[in-house]
């Protein structure tokens, strides 16, 4: 079954349950309460056949929406951890802009994904396609519950989950490329939240979508509560002997995965502070509980859709283009938006894990969602 979505389905979050939060979210408490942000997903559930169990997908983000392909957002980056791929880092931390469509999906599936991405720019934007294409492609591994050799992803599912990016409230757990995820031994997925902050004269927005796929279980808080440790919920990732059965020489090692994460804001910002934003994530996964393990690729971008028209990079003009220049948030006026940051990473996490479901993978894996009756009992 291939679905390709928007709207949330039975929408569930950790607010629903009690779980409290600081800072004010905006309307749709998404990522796409930035204006002119847009979310996608081809959601990949079907064997097992010929290629084994499918239980994976692509998630798509449209920084400036459809019609702002090739309009640079000022854009940083930053990895706690190495230990994964976000393609296209290299540009963005040279040119400190990104103008092209990001998404994540499963570490397999990188260059699928790649490709589906470039064919639709090329399709839709053929202005843009005509100078050279460097999208953002990131990844978590989903390998427990899908068979990640078999091959699933394919370049037109990205481009399926760009068609249906939309703005509004986005679905969440398991859906897109975060299908197949796990977080802290729990079922995973995809999560977003956002605050709305004042600062330097004026109202923005900070909202997060993170692909969430990290953990040990004995490391989850929410809201400072060790929710991991007193779960009854089984968590065969780690318990069961799955990753020698598959022929490697040990046992899996708890808290590996990786989480991406990408922060948008219309805070009008330099590039050095998107990056500055970017390094602020871990702080949010931290509160969730994670010490970032040596197997968890955790890498993070931060871009600001303010200032269209500036940070272009175009073939031909040389230096007969005349000078650009950008507004930005004075540096001291930077923290409500460290704090968005924060906060809002840390209610990502949540939501993804209130948000999925249990799921049974490839070869009978299954995975179980944190229980709901007991985040309610533990703030009733």
Not at 109 to 137: C, F, R, Y
Not at 333 to 344: F, Q
Not at 368 to 379: C, D, I, K, S
């Amino acid at each position: 079954m291939t679905t390709t979505s928007q709207s949330p389905v039975e929408p569930q979050r950790a607010r629903d349950l009690g779980v409290p939060f600081d800072g004010t979210p905006g309307p749709a408490n998404a990522i796409t309460d930035v204006p002119g942000v847009q979310v996608g997903y081809t959601t990949l559930v079907s064997g097992p056949d010929e290629a084994g169990t499918a239980r994976t997908g692509v998630t798509a983000i449209l920084p400036r929406g459809r019609d702002g392909v090739g309009v640079p957002c000022a854009a940083g980056t930053f990895s706690l951890n190495g230990n994964g791929e976000l393609t296209g880092r290299s540009w963005i931390d040279e040119a400190g802009m990104l103008a092209l469509p990001i998404a994540i999906t499963n570490s397999h599936a990188v260059g699928a994904v790649h490709q589906g991405v470039d064919e639709w720019v090329h399709q839709t934007h053929p202005e843009v396609s005509a100078q050279w294409m460097l999208p953002v492609v990131g990844e978590t591994w989903d390998g427990y519950l899908n068979e990640i050799n078999g091959g699933h992803v394919r370049p037109e599912h990205a481009r399926a989950a760009l068609d249906a990016a939309a703005g509004g409230p986005i679905a969440e757990g398991n859906v897109g490329g975060g299908t197949g995820m796990n977080c802290y031994a729990f079922k995973g997925g995809t999560g977003s939240a956002s605050r709305v902050v004042a600062t330097a004269g004026g109202e923005y927005t900070v909202g997060v979508l993170l692909q969430a796929n990290f953990g040990d279980r004995d490391e989850l808080r929410l809201a400072g509560r060790p929710l991991g440790r007193e779960s009854a919920a089984p968590k065969p990732i780690e318990d069961d002997d799955w990753f020698v059965r598959d022929g490697e020489r040990t046992k899996a090692a708890a808290g590996a995965g990786s989480v991406i994460v990408i922060v948008a804001t219309d805070a009008p910002l330099l590039p050095g502070q998107c990056e500055a934003l970017a390094r602020r994530v871990p702080l949010g996964l931290a509160r969730t509980g994670t010490a970032g393990s040596h197997f968890s690729g955790d890498i993070f971008l931060a871009f600001s859709t303010a200032n269209p028209g500036a940070l272009t990079s175009q073939l031909g003009r040389g230096a007969n283009q005349g000078l650009e220049r950008l507004d930005f948030v004075p540096w001291g006026a930077i923290d409500p938006l460290y704090r968005a940051t924060v906060e809002a990473v840390e209610e990502a996490v949540a939501n993804a894990l209130v948000a999925a479901r249990d799921l049974e993978g490839r070869d009978g894996h299954a995975s179980y969602a944190l229980p709901h009756e007991e985040v309610r009992r533990a703030f009733a």
